[in-house]
């Protein structure tokens, strides 16, 4: 998951969002949600993420929406990535879909050693100790 995040923020994927949905569903542990300025930049984030992700020996269950450049789903068994055009980021609204999932957001740079992550509250009894990323 690490060099998924750090790609991301390598190519300036937008607002990258964790969600811990092992919890809540059984095809996943993880989604991680980001933007794309563009369709361009959408497109972009998802052929650097899956040159990343392969150099570390990661291979792709799946890949939806790499030609259309508005939604690309990367399926990784465990983990799945939503890039989003930030229209459609908006109107399918992940991060409100799976409130219940503990999110942590991503913040930093390229040029970051490690991005900074820092826990959104997803309701009212959340364990802080869930979000502890060291």
């Given at each position: 998951?690490?060099?998924?995040?750090?790609?991301?923020?390598?190519?300036k994927g937008l607002?990258?969002?964790?969600?811990e949905?092992?919890?809540?569903c059984?095809f996943?542990?993880?989604f991680?949600?980001?933007?794309?300025?563009?369709?361009?930049h959408?497109?972009?984030?998802?052929?650097?993420l899956?040159?990343?992700?392969?150099e570390?020996?990661?291979?792709?269950?799946?890949?939806?929406?790499?030609?259309e450049g508005?939604?690309?789903?990367?399926d990784?068994?465990?983990?799945v990535?939503?890039?989003?055009?930030?229209?459609?980021?908006?109107?399918?609204n992940?991060?409100?879909?799976?409130?219940?999932?503990?999110?942590?957001?991503?913040?930093?740079?390229a040029?970051?050693?490690?991005?900074?992550?820092?826990?959104q509250e997803?309701?009212s009894?959340?364990?802080?100790?869930?979000f502890?990323?060291?």
């Amino acid at each position: 998951m690490d060099v998924a995040v750090k790609s991301i923020l390598d190519h300036k994927g937008l607002e990258p969002v964790i969600l811990e949905v092992k919890e809540l569903c059984s095809f996943a542990d993880y989604f991680i949600v980001c933007s794309g300025g563009s369709r361009r930049h959408v497109s972009a984030l998802a052929q650097h993420l899956e040159e990343a992700l392969s150099e570390a020996g990661a291979k792709p269950l799946g890949v939806e929406g790499l030609e259309e450049g508005l939604w690309v789903l990367m399926d990784y068994n465990d983990v799945v990535i939503h890039i989003f055009s930030q229209p459609l980021r908006e109107f399918y609204n992940l991060e409100g879909l799976w409130a219940e999932a503990p999110q942590t957001r991503v913040e930093g740079t390229a040029h970051d050693s490690s991005p900074s992550l820092s826990p959104q509250e997803a309701s009212s009894d959340s364990d802080p100790e869930q979000f502890r990323h060291e």
